[in-house]
């Protein structure tokens, strides 16, 4: 498993949600609860934006940050793999 353990955290992620050092996204319970944190960020702001949470977008902000979200289909496609279509 690399440094950003299985959820896949960069650390410019991590460091936007953490002051922990960037050796602790590697732990699963840690990670977790960062990522908890994070996604209710999103959730959050997406609703202040009047755009729906779905998986689809929350992967997207997750994997471009919520301002590199908008217009990419990276969500989709991960939402996409998870349906098996």
Excluded: H
């Excluded at 959730?43 to 908008?70: H, S």
């Amino acid at each position: 498993m690399g440094p950003g353990g299985v959820l896949g955290w960069t650390k410019a992620a991590w460091k936007e949600e953490t002051n922990l050092d960037y050796g602790y996204a590697s732990d699963y319970a840690v990670s977790r609860v960062v990522a908890q944190f994070r996604l209710a960020k999103f959730k959050i702001r997406l609703k202040e934006k009047g755009i729906e949470a779905t998986p689809a977008m929350l992967a997207d902000c997750w994997y471009k940050g919520f301002n590199g979200a908008k217009g990419t289909d990276y969500g989709q496609r991960v939402s996409n793999l998870y349906y098996d279509k």
